[in-house]
């Protein structure tokens, strides 16, 4: 199958699949199912970055919440569509986060991962003494200081299905194009990639600002659905550790691994909710599930799977699908 | 064109350069040799810019580089085959010299697949291209490093030892591609195999202790005895 015509039926199977499902199923479930699209989403963004480009951020939890607070904070004071503010804000997310990174890639491997970490938790802090952000009592979706007529969860789950599709998408182009195979080039040696031409500070900090952006878009999607932001919810750290599950368990540095982890993480999820257990029990599961799966499989389930169904041709190709 | 002045540079505080000053005019070929230790990669290493000097300037075509990063020089005409094979060992061997075809020549769509194409064909490498560069052997990997360095079309071409460990027709294969290759541009290659350096060099620098002791023709060089001097120890088979 040729690249454009894999992309193409990717698009047409998977959108008219949102599409339909979003006029089938229950709210309950669409607001379940919008929450998996948007963690598939931020797990390909975790993704980009840290397999792809090998910067292992512990920080992204900052970009889901500046989305969602972003989002709030132009919809509510505007006058101006919601929707134009979805896609507006993580575009002002991503060019935020380029003086982020310029400053944390003075820090290396290990030092700009915690210093993320740092960053995100020093946010949270300033957002929960904030007046205008409503503190740590949070805000409620008003657009226009209006509440909201209606219910969006319908065109909200056929927007992620949309926003996940075209991600998944965009991504395949970027990583065939020549930016793409600057950075594949750096992920195998970045003073070899720098001594071949490449300007591997620029292309970091683009993938930098792209991943920002995603999941700014991410943030801002979800907590629509929600018509209510908090700090301690918005900027939580779970948000990180669903991205990292979901990546390593799939197969990081793969496109197809991070979809296969968010099925493994909300079947586990939705099974231990519906068990009853509790918070707690519930992460030691998931922490069980994740070393197992990596000391049995340890490039995650996508590449155990794939070379069961069939061989890449070239080793591009292993990294792309 | 390109020229340094009086670059100095430590590893904690034992000098690896030590006040080196040489000229490169274009077009020359000049070979590099020293023992072990005398700071001829960390010299490649500088001129390229994967190093920083603690003193000194460097300048190409009278333009201070000094402070550049190596991919502005890659651009600005440098180009380093390192001693170690540095290629992308998850890519193609196509993808690994395609990278500097577009990124350091700056190529894009037919022009760029074509420069690919003919620097594989020049290297030797056109049967393999389709193969992961990490399942290479030692002399295709040698070729390999040898062809992400020309892909980038240089006018200084810095070469690291690209013949060390390999067998004698190795070495010949790589001697010609050398030859070929330093068509219309300089070349400053480091390498410890005398017949080598000779065949395709007409001025030899001789390093030790990171400083320049000799710099002259070839044939001038080679027969001073601070040369035979700084050899002394080493088995005269690797020296004739
Ligand atoms: N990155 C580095 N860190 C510390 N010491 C280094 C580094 N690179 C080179 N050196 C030291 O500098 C000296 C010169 O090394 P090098 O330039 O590799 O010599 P040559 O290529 O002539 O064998 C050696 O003593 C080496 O140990
Ligand atoms: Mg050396």
Redesign the pocket.
């Known amino acids: 199958m040729t690249f454009k015509y894999a992309n193409l039926l990717l698009i047409i199977g998977f959108g008219s699949l949102s599409v339909v499902s979003s006029l089938l199923l229950s709210s309950g479930m669409l607001f379940l199912l919008t929450e998996v699209l948007v963690i598939a989403l931020l797990a390909q963004m975790w993704n980009l970055l840290a397999g792809y480009g090998g910067m292992v951020s512990l920080g992204q939890q900052a970009f889901v919440g500046l989305g969602g607070y972003g989002l709030y904070v132009f919809a509510n004071h505007s006058g101006l569509p919601v929707w134009l503010w979805i896609v507006v804000v993580p575009l002002m997310v991503g060019v935020a986060a380029l003086p982020l990174g310029m400053l944390m890639f003075k820090l290396k491997s290990a030092y700009f991962s915690v210093g993320m970490w740092v960053a995100a938790e020093i946010l949270a802090a300033i957002v929960m003494r904030t007046d205008a952000l409503g503190q740590s009592g949070g805000l409620v979706l008003r657009p226009g200081g209006e509440s909201l007529a209606g219910n969006p969860e319908r065109i909200l789950f056929a927007g992620a299905g949309l926003l996940l599709i075209g991600t998944i998408v965009g991504l395949r182009v970027l990583l065939n194009s020549d930016l793409g195979l600057a950075l594949l080039a750096m992920r195998d040696g970045e003073e070899a990639a720098e001594a071949a031409g490449v300007n591997v500070r620029r292309t970091n900090l683009l993938i930098f600002c792209i991943a920002a952006a995603g999941c700014a878009a991410g943030g801002a999607l979800y907590y629509f659905s929600t018509l209510y932001i908090a700090p301690t919810d918005a900027f939580q750290i779970n948000w990180l550790i669903s991205m990292m599950f979901v990546s390593v368990i799939g197969g990081v540095g793969t496109l197809t691994g991070p979809l296969l982890g968010t099925a493994v993480l909300i079947a586990v999820r939705e099974t231990c909710t519906s068990l009853g257990l509790t918070g707690g029990t519930y992460w030691i599961i998931m922490g069980t599930i994740a070393i197992a799966t990596l000391l049995i499989l340890p490039r995650g389930l996508w590449p155990a799977l794939r070379s069961k169904l069939h061989v890449p041709k070239t080793e591009k190709e292993a990294t792309i699908g | 064109m390109l020229k340094t002045v009086g670059i100095s540079k430590s590893?904690?505080g034992?000098p690896?350069a030590d006040d080196v000053s040489l000229s490169l005019q274009a077009g020359e070929r000049v070979g590099v040799i020293?023992p072990?230790?005398?700071?001829?990669?960390?010299?490649l290493g500088l001129l390229l810019g994967t190093v920083l000097p603690d003193r000194g300037q460097i300048l190409l075509d009278g333009d201070d580089v000094t402070r550049l990063s190596p991919h502005q020089r890659v651009s600005g005409g440098i180009a380093r085959a390192a001693?170690i094979p540095m290629t992308f060992h998850r890519l193609s061997v196509s993808d690994n010299v395609r990278v500097p075809a577009v990124h350091g020549a700056g190529l894009r769509g037919r022009e760029a697949v074509e420069w690919v194409d003919e620097v594989l064909e020049m290297c030797g490498l056109a049967a393999s291209a389709k193969v992961a560069a990490g399942q290479l052997g030692l002399l295709s990997r040698k070729r390999l490093e040898l062809a992400k360095a020309i892909a980038t079309r240089p006018k200084v071409l810095l070469l690291d030892e690209v013949a060390a460990g390999l067998t004698e027709p190795e070495i010949e294969t790589i001697i010609h591609m050398v030859e070929t290759l330093s068509e219309g541009r300089a070349i400053m290659w480091?390498e410890h195999i005398p017949f080598a350096l000779r065949s395709v060099c007409e001025r030899l620098i001789v390093?030790d202790k990171?400083r320049k002791i000799l710099d002259g023709p070839f044939a001038h060089v080679w027969d001073d005895p601070v040369l035979q001097e700084i050899y002394m120890g080493v088995p005269d088979d690797n020296l004739s």
């Open positions: 590893f904690s034992v690896a020293g072990n230790g005398a700071g001829k990669s960390t010299l001693q480091v390093m990171g």
